[in-house]
């Protein structure tokens, strides 16, 4: 079979964080038939084949420079759909906004929601996600009935926790390296409103913060937002927002058409961009995080209200396309898991060192999490604190500040997240899944593609040896 059309569509592309801009041979398959053929023309090129679902990965999980990426955001048919018990099947490229349009309406809302809608279903099966209730909801992959793969090996498979297990725990969190999904079914979670109940206060530093987010981790959501500014006593003080699902007898909001707001303080959405972008400095950034942590504290500290779960989960939607503010070098997030007991001391040396080197976090973030049985899992029982880093004009200046950081995780017990590294190098990948994981990564693979097809910059960069 000819490899030409494959060749024909040398493109750029970009990692979320447009830190990394790559070329690559780019193919957008409009049906799963047409993937046989293409492991054959990348076979018959020499060439590897990246998957990429929307392209939301912050680092390089869905860049193949100088090889063939399958976008396979076109995959968009549900399959199957049964309103009565929430059970869905899903091609790969539908995305979490498809998912719960389609089943909020019904009554049901995606278990495990990323902090955006864009991203497609093969994807947080790839990065097995996690959201705001991962103490309580595990990752989406705990939320798996079933999926079939294509294997590059050209075998078809169907896989849950019952058939072809193995092989069902390394694809979900295996990043596109073992074969590609072509369906997915989902248990859903019933709701009895379009809305949740939420609650929003502050804490005065990262003890407190730390010790809130466990106390409510039993709550249906809780995460943390940090003033990243923040130094000395007031080092890791924040806000926090837990939400509950509301009852049937709550006589709850079933607004089926949720849409995010047109506006924020008055100002359109749209115009946000440019008016955000002269705080976008260290100086500015201070200011901004300060300047929110005391209206958290003194204007809306204590308040419990309603609120879409549209609008709950999906905070980071809310401007489109605010990640380009970070400039033309872009930006890199730093997201670390550490145990309970390590978390306070942890975070507290990174994010000094990080203020040390000059180079503050202008966003930070806090969540807890549980372990689960995944194979290249990246959570822990603990915590995880998700920076963003803009890119200074020396990137090797952050690249080494990284390094610092994730020796001080490693050295705590902690795991990183491919979905959102940039930095990490195989060496301390292999120190966080260890080398258990790694060999049974490499000998699944040896199955399911002998030829090693299935690549991408990220397992160039961490897995590959
Ligand atoms: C603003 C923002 C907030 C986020 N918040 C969270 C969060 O709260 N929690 C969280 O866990 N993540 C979060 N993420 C990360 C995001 O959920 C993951 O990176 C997710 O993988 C992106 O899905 P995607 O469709 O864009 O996949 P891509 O980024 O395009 O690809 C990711 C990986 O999936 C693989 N892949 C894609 N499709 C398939 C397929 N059909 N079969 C096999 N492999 C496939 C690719 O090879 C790649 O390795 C966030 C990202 C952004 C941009």
């Given at each position: 079979?000819?490899?030409?059309?494959?060749?024909?569509?040398?493109?750029?592309?970009?990692?979320?964080?447009?830190?990394?801009?790559?070329?690559?041979?780019?193919?957008?398959?409009?049906?799963?038939?047409?993937?046989?053929?293409?492991?054959?023309?990348?076979?018959?090129?020499?060439?590897?084949?990246?998957?990429?679902g929307?392209?939301r990965s912050?680092?390089?999980?869905?860049?193949?420079?100088?090889?063939?990426?399958?976008?396979?955001?076109?995959?968009?048919?549900?399959?199957?759909?049964?309103?009565?018990?929430?059970?869905?099947?899903?091609?790969?490229?539908?995305?979490i906004?498809?998912?719960?349009?389609?089943?909020?309406?019904?009554?049901?809302?995606p278990p495990v929601v990323p902090g955006t809608m864009?991203p497609t279903l093969g994807g947080c099966l790839a990065a097995n996600i996690h959201g705001k209730n991962n103490?309580?909801a595990g990752p989406i992959g705990e939320h798996v009935?079933?999926?079939?793969?294509?294997?590059?090996?050209?075998?078809?498979?169907?896989?849950?926790?019952?058939?072809?297990?193995?092989?069902?725990?390394?694809?979900i969190s295996?990043m596109?390296?073992?074969?590609?999904?072509?369906?997915?079914?989902?248990?859903?979670?019933?709701?009895?409103?379009?809305?949740?109940?939420?609650?929003?206060?502050?804490?005065?530093?990262?003890?407190?913060?730390?010790?809130?987010?466990?106390?409510?981790?039993?709550?249906?959501?809780?995460?943390?937002?940090?003033?990243?500014?923040?130094?000395?006593?007031?080092?890791?003080?924040?806000?926090?927002?837990?939400?509950?699902?509301?009852?049937?007898?709550?006589?709850?909001?079933?607004?089926?058409?949720?849409?995010?707001?047109?506006?924020?303080?008055?100002?359109?959405?749209?115009?946000?961009?440019?008016?955000?972008?002269?705080?976008?400095?260290?100086?500015?950034?201070?200011?901004?995080?300060?300047?929110?942590?005391?209206?958290?504290?003194?204007?809306?500290?204590?308040?419990?209200?309603?609120?879409?779960?549209?609008?709950?989960n999906?905070?980071?939607?809310?401007?489109?396309?605010?990640?380009?503010?970070?400039?033309?070098?872009?930006?890199?997030?730093?997201q670390?898991?550490?145990?309970?007991?390590?978390?306070?001391?942890?975070?507290?040396?990174?994010?000094?060192?990080?203020?040390?080197?000059?180079?503050?976090?202008?966003?930070?973030?806090?969540k807890?999490?549980?372990?689960d049985?995944f194979?290249?899992?990246h959570a822990?029982?603990?915590?995880?604190?998700?920076?963003?880093?803009?890119?200074?004009?020396?990137?090797?200046?952050?690249?080494?500040?990284?390094?610092?950081?994730?020796?001080?995780?490693?050295?705590?017990?902690?795991?990183?997240y491919f979905a959102k590294?940039?930095?990490?190098?195989?060496?301390?990948?292999?120190?966080?899944?260890?080398?258990?994981?790694?060999?049974?990564?490499?000998?699944?693979?040896?199955?399911?593609?002998?030829?090693?097809?299935?690549?991408?910059?990220?397992?160039?960069?961490?897995?590959?040896?």
């Amino acid at each position: 079979m000819s490899s030409a059309p494959l060749l024909q569509n040398a493109v750029g592309l970009e990692n979320f964080g447009h830190s990394l801009k790559r070329v690559a041979y780019v193919f957008r398959p409009q049906r799963t038939d047409e993937l046989p053929a293409l492991f054959e023309q990348a076979r018959a090129a020499g060439l590897t084949i990246g998957l990429r679902g929307s392209g939301r990965s912050y680092g390089d999980a869905a860049l193949n420079t100088g090889h063939i990426v399958l976008e396979l955001g076109a995959l968009t048919r549900i399959l199957d759909w049964n309103a009565e018990t929430g059970v869905i099947t899903a091609e790969p490229g539908v995305t979490i906004e498809q998912l719960w349009r389609h089943a909020l309406p019904h009554g049901w809302w995606p278990p495990v929601v990323p902090g955006t809608m864009f991203p497609t279903l093969g994807g947080c099966l790839a990065a097995n996600i996690h959201g705001k209730n991962n103490w309580q909801a595990g990752p989406i992959g705990e939320h798996v009935v079933q999926f079939t793969a294509l294997l590059p090996n050209g075998q078809q498979v169907t896989c849950s926790p019952q058939e072809n297990s193995q092989l069902f725990y390394a694809m979900i969190s295996g990043m596109g390296l073992l074969g590609i999904f072509t369906s997915i079914t989902l248990q859903l979670k019933k709701v009895h409103s379009s809305h949740v109940r939420v609650t929003a206060w502050t804490q005065p530093d990262m003890a407190g913060m730390l010790a809130a987010v466990d106390a409510n981790k039993d709550e249906d959501y809780i995460v943390g937002w940090l003033d990243a500014a923040a130094r000395g006593r007031s080092l890791g003080r924040g806000q926090l927002h837990r939400a509950t699902y509301l009852h049937a007898e709550d006589n709850a909001p079933q607004q089926t058409t949720l849409d995010l707001p047109a506006s924020i303080l008055g100002i359109p959405k749209g115009v946000l961009p440019p008016l955000m972008a002269p705080f976008v400095n260290n100086f500015g950034a201070g200011l901004v995080n300060m300047a929110k942590y005391t209206a958290d504290r003194w204007l809306h500290n204590n308040k419990t209200y309603l609120q879409s779960l549209v609008e709950f989960n999906f905070l980071l939607d809310y401007i489109p396309g605010w990640e380009r503010i970070y400039g033309r070098n872009g930006l890199v997030q730093h997201q670390s898991f550490v145990p309970a007991a390590a978390a306070e001391s942890t975070f507290r040396e990174i994010l000094k060192l990080a203020q040390r080197r000059g180079l503050p976090p202008y966003l930070a973030v806090l969540k807890r999490h549980r372990p689960d049985k995944f194979l290249l899992s990246h959570a822990v029982d603990g915590f995880s604190l998700a920076l963003d880093f803009r890119v200074p004009s020396q990137p090797a200046r952050l690249v080494s500040l990284a390094e610092e950081m994730d020796a001080i995780v490693l050295a705590n017990g902690g795991r990183f997240y491919f979905a959102k590294d940039g930095t990490l190098n195989a060496e301390r990948a292999r120190a966080y899944l260890g080398a258990e994981a790694l060999a049974s990564l490499q000998a699944l693979k040896a199955q399911t593609d002998p030829d090693n097809i299935l690549q991408n910059d990220l397992y160039r960069r961490c897995l590959a040896n």
